[in-house]
């Protein structure tokens, strides 16, 4: 069935798992454990600056992608999650 899809994965997730599972990618690639978010922040290694004042009202925060018209076409497949395809994205960029 031919058409355009979107292919996010149906599931939400913050900026801070996008940002842990990044931090974590690259401290994987030098042998270093994954940490979790609290202790990212209390390192330093995550920081929060103030959300810019031009962009308020015009960023879309949250977003998930409605699935139904790709399942609709008969794609049951499950997609990496969000650790799974940054962890692959950083190895690949790292090589």
């Known amino acids: 069935m031919s058409g355009i899809y979107n292919l996010g ?18 401290r994987a690639l030098e042998g270093k454990p994954a940490l979790p978010l609290a202790e990212l ?15 308020r009202g015009k960023y879309q925060s949250f977003t ?4 139904g018209q790709l399942r609709g ?8 999650t969000v650790e799974e395809g940054v962890a692959d994205y950083v190895k690949w960029l790292a090589k």
């Not at 994965?9 to 690259?26: D, K, W």
């Not at 998930?64 to 699935?67: E, G, P, S």
Request: one cysteine or more; proline letters at 4%; glycine letters at 8%.
């Open 9 to 26: 994965t149906g599931r939400a997730q913050s900026f801070n798992e996008l940002a842990t599972a990044t931090v974590n990618a690259c």
């Open 41 to 55: 922040v209390s390192q330093g290694i995550v920081e929060y600056i103030p959300f810019p004042d031009a962009l």
């Open 64 to 67: 998930q992608a409605d699935l």
């Open 73 to 80: 076409a008969g794609y049951q497949g499950e997609f990496a």
